[in-house]
């Protein structure tokens, strides 16, 4: 082996004295190929970076501004609702039906047809105009009396209940109860004939619908019913005082526009009986 010399190596030693120092079969510490975990830990150390992230004043700002996340939802057993009792829902269901029953009930009813009778048809009951008919009125008759003639000849010329039928030409009364009883009306030429109606004083009874009341006072001693026309004495030409009593004139029935009757008592007990209320007169056939 041998001999080395050593030099002080120091603060003032040169750099050359110190690298001469070294022989060179001396050996060289080698690197440690497993290092310590402090060494690392200080090697790295260096190396981490400092992000906005991993500063406590930028962590609790970024905590704050990130929404609450929503509370979750949990499922919980309701109870179902009680059902109502049978007589409050029946009690509903009938207020519901009562409620809609007047809708339907107009809705199925038709509506009325329309009324196209005259006035005077309206007034004298005529339920179902005839066909128009060909009037024939004489020249001194007012245009007005035409309508009231055609009004008047739809009349029923059957008797009804309360109503007798008088005919002027066949001259016969026509009760009720399907009895007849001769009748005249009228003076002169002008007797029984249904074109002098118009004629004062001497024509026969106009044609019309009368109601029947007793007179107030006897008519010559006779117990006389008087006849008041339906819709006043513009209906029958403008003539009053006409009534219903025996032959006063003489033997033909004659009159100045009263119906006599042969058999007057007939009549009148027929009234008194309550059977005859009105009485309808016709010009017949």
């Known amino acids: 082996m041998a001999h080395t010399v050593s030099e002080p190596v120091g603060p003032d030693a040169s750099p050359a004295s110190a690298v001469a120092g070294l022989r060179s079969d001396d050996p060289v510490p080698a690197a440690s190929s497993d290092p310590s975990p402090g060494s690392v830990a200080e090697a790295a150390a260096p190396a981490a970076e400092i992000t906005p992230e991993t500063r406590p004043e930028t962590a609790a700002t970024t905590a704050a501004e990130t929404p609450a996340a929503p509370p979750a939802l949990v499922a919980r057993w309701v109870p179902l ?44 009951g005529v339920e179902s105009p005839e066909p128009p008919r060909l009037a024939y009125a004489a020249l001194e008759t007012k245009p007005v009396d035409n309508v009231f003639r055609r009004a008047l000849s739809a009349v029923p010329t059957s008797p009804t209940g309360g109503v007798a039928v008088y005919d002027i030409r066949a001259r016969v009364v026509t009760l009720p109860n399907g009895e007849k009883l001769e009748a005249h009306s009228g ?3 002008s007797m029984d004939n249904p074109g002098h109606v118009h004629v004062r004083m001497k024509g026969p009874t106009p044609l019309g619908t009368y109601d029947i009341r007793e007179r107030e006072q006897p008519f010559h001693g006779v117990r006389a019913l008087r006849l008041t026309p339906v819709g006043g004495p513009e209906t029958i030409h403008g003539r009053v005082g006409l009534l219903a009593h025996t032959y006063m004139l003489g033997a033909s029935g004659a009159s100045n526009g009263c119906v006599s009757f042969r058999d007057y008592d007939r009549f009148l007990q027929a009234y008194l009986r309550g059977e005859v209320q009105r009485l309808v007169v016709v010009a017949g056939g």
């Open 81 to 124: 609702p009680v059902p109502r009792p049978p007589e409050f829902r029946a009690g509903r269901l009938a207020a519901r039906a009562a409620r809609t029953a007047p809708a339907r009930t107009a809705a199925a009813v038709a509506p009325p047809p329309e009324d196209n009778r005259s006035f005077i048809e309206k007034l004298f």
């Open 187 to 189: 003076l002169g030429e």
